[in-house]
């Protein structure tokens, strides 16, 4: 069982910055993929980036490439979403996703159904 706790969301103008972070629970948070989601008003939740277990590699979705980068610790057992260029179209709640996942090699998760454990989401809001 892993519990997610997402922090650092906030209203920003923009163009400008924000860091937020996601603090888990349990042993196993190196056993797991970590992924951020966000769901905007009115629309479905839609991927935004993901990193692996050992945090060797990242996936973004195209909206963000470029202007977010994600990050995990596994020491602290934490995953943070760099959020810089921020646009009025990035407002939404964002979601921190937890996917176990056993054996070795990797594989990006870029769809909601397969992740275990979700977060309760934190606000974000861009303005013009």
């Known amino acids: 069982q892993v519990q997610l706790a997402e922090s650092g969301g906030g209203l920003v103008q923009a163009g400008g910055s924000l860091r937020l972070s996601c603090a888990a629970s349990?042993?196993?948070?190196?056993?797991?993929?970590m992924g951020w989601f966000r769901q905007a008003p009115g629309k479905e939740r839609e991927f935004v980036a993901t990193i692996t277990r050992s945090g060797s590699s990242t996936y973004y979705a195209d909206s963000v490439k470029g202007r977010f980068t994600i990050s995990r610790d596994n020491g602290k057992n934490t995953v943070d979403l760099q959020m810089t260029s921020l646009k009025p179209e990035d407002t939404a709640v964002y979601y921190c996703?937890?996917?176990?996942?056993?054996?070795?090699?990797?594989?990006?998760?870029?769809?909601?159904?397969?992740?275990?454990?979700w977060g309760q989401g934190t606000p974000v809001t861009v303005s013009s």
């Open positions: 349990g042993r196993t948070f190196s056993s797991h993929a």
């Open positions: 996703a937890a996917k176990y996942r056993q054996g070795s090699g990797e594989i990006f998760y870029d769809l909601a159904r397969n992740y275990d454990y």
